[in-house]
């Protein structure tokens, strides 16, 4: 489905939350640019995601920005990810999952983390790997 197929929200009330949390995506997704440990390309799909459905202009400004677009541009168009990416987002999501699961001592809430985790890698690595540029 093009992005142009999804319908944006007419009810005001989910329109500004979805802006809302578009923006504050964005505001991470940059600040993530220049600290290591917060990762720019998930809050930046996310905010793509929450444009697309209660703003058009917002997602064209965000996917055609000359230094936001590329960081998910790839992604958006099919085309895979790098490989350093996956590596990246596996790596951290696994430690944030683990550290998560030693703090949540409910055995259920561990399952869930981790079946979480484990589906999130399958589709991370069946993602196509863009080649080194």
């Not at 998910?72 to 490989?83: M, T």
Request: with cysteine.
């Amino acid at each position: 489905m093009a992005h142009r197929d999804i319908p944006t929200y007419r009810n005001p009330v989910v329109r500004y939350a979805l802006l809302g949390i578009g923006w504050l995506s964005v505001a991470l997704g940059v600040i993530g640019i220049f600290l290591p440990v917060l990762p720019t390309t998930p809050f930046l799909l996310l905010a793509a995601a929450c444009f697309v459905r209660s703003s058009r202009r917002f997602y064209n400004w965000l996917v055609m920005h000359p230094w936001l677009g590329p960081w998910f541009k790839d992604y958006l168009e099919g085309n895979g990810i790098p490989r350093k990416a996956k590596i990246y987002a596996i790596v951290m999501m696994w430690l944030s999952i683990g550290f998560s699961c030693w703090l949540v001592p409910l055995a259920w809430a561990r399952f869930g983390m981790l079946l979480s985790a484990t589906l999130v890698t399958f589709y991370i690595l069946r993602l196509r790997t863009l080649p080194t540029r």
